[in-house]
């Protein structure tokens, strides 16, 4: 039992360490969805043109960071009319850009891998890009068209078809602060908490088992920390299969990358498994009841080609600029809860979760949240904000 507490303890340390960052990472981004309508996005991403997908990236990061949501609304917005590039590249950028993780990174592992994921997401985006438009084949992509179509469900279908956005007519201003948009921004805060829960959950669990029960020798070996060259060759290569196997996806794959940070994995390597949410095992199911299991294997191997390329370039990016920190001391292994100013954070921002949470539920919110997993056809129009 000691073990298990401990590595409890430690679960427990660095979730009281990002709480506050979460909830305001999650307000930020409820308040932008409540003001900006999906039909909007889907006018905006009817191509591939790099005007266009730096339109998806931004709608991307001001979006939902739970990897099955952004997944279940990529494959709604290409339904829609989206380009399939555009599609993946809001489905990235809503993993990958959110301001959450980023603060959350800040918090448990410092800012500069913070600056190494805003900087890698978009070269990613762009490799995927570049590899859509030399592989991809019209042939490919109508067989992709014609299995998203038949709508077959996947996960957290119907919290992606809601439509939360105020419907009410007049300026952004006004628009922004009306009651419709206080009870938009409620809405979308929780269902945001409520999907991204079990991830957050189940990596902050793992990460504390891992901290706790495997040596950090193991890791040392296992990323050739001895040989700095092998290891910045290796890390980008192997960061992304390591998220595969762990199955932890979303932000929840943020305290064991500071575990695996520690434990000796590259700088780049870190990036990469950051980014390999979007192809672990559950993900690449639904990638093949989406799309088919020719396209769940192209997007796999294709977002797995641009991780590692985008762990490369941090990777040189940061090394021959020098912001590789030099020491290895991630936010992980703390197992108390200090009287600080991380306290203070959370005692305010509890507050405005608990405003958020009565409005939620004095305003019928509380029946969306069955609806969460439900058909996308049936759901599709469930709720809409007047």
């Not at 730096?54 to 917005?77: D, E, F, I, K, P």
């Not at 800012?111 to 805003?118: D, L």
Request: proline share 3%.
């Amino acid at each position: 039992m000691g073990a298990i507490g401990h590595a409890l303890a430690i679960a427990g340390s660095m979730a009281w360490e990002i709480l506050w960052a979460l909830i305001l990472g999650f307000a930020l981004s409820a308040v932008v969805q409540a003001v900006v309508r999906r039909s909007t996005i889907v006018r905006l991403l009817g191509d591939d043109r790099p005007g266009t997908l730096t339109v998806a990236t931004g709608l991307g990061a001001a979006s939902s960071s739970c990897s099955y949501a952004a997944v279940a609304l990529a494959r709604s917005l290409f339904r829609k009319g989206a380009s399939f590039t555009a599609a993946m590249a809001f489905e990235i950028a809503s993993t990958n850009l959110v301001i959450e993780l980023g603060i959350v990174l800040a918090l448990l592992m410092g800012w500069e891998f913070t600056a190494a994921e805003f900087v890698g997401g978009p070269v990613m985006i762009v490799a995927i890009a570049l590899l859509f438009r030399l592989f991809l084949r019209e042939r490919l992509l109508r067989e992709a068209r014609h299995q998203a179509e038949r709508g077959v469900a996947g996960s957290m279908e119907g919290h992606a078809a809601m439509d939360m956005a105020v419907r009410r007519e007049g300026s952004f201003r006004q628009r922004l602060f009306s009651r419709e948009a206080f009870t938009a921004v409620s809405h979308v805060f929780v269902m945001e908490w409520a999907a991204i829960l079990r991830d957050l959950v189940v990596g902050l669990l793992v990460a504390g088992a891992v901290a706790a029960w495997v040596p950090d020798s193991f890791w040392r070996h296992f990323f050739l920390s001895g040989h700095p060259t092998a290891a910045a060759l290796w890390g980008p290569l192997v960061g992304p299969l390591v998220a595969v196997v762990s199955f932890v996806c979303s932000i929840g794959n943020v305290p064991l990358a500071a575990v695996l940070w520690n434990g000796g994995i590259s700088f780049g390597g870190v990036i990469a498994f950051i980014f390999g949410d979007l192809i672990i095992l559950p993900i690449i199911n639904i990638y093949r009841k989406y799309y088919g299991i020719r396209m769940a294997l192209f997007v796999a191997a294709t977002f797995y080609a641009a991780m590692v390329a985008a762990g490369y370039v941090v990777e040189l990016v940061f090394g021959t600029t020098g912001l590789v920190p030099e020491r290895r001391h991630a936010a992980v292994m703390a197992a108390h809860v200090s009287w600080n100013y991380t306290t203070w954070l959370n005692i305010a921002f509890l507050a405005i979760t608990a405003i958020l949470v009565a409005r939620f539920v004095r305003t019928g919110g509380v029946p969306m949240l069955t609806m969460m997993g439900g058909d996308p056809e049936k759901d599709e129009t469930a709720h809409h904000h007047g």
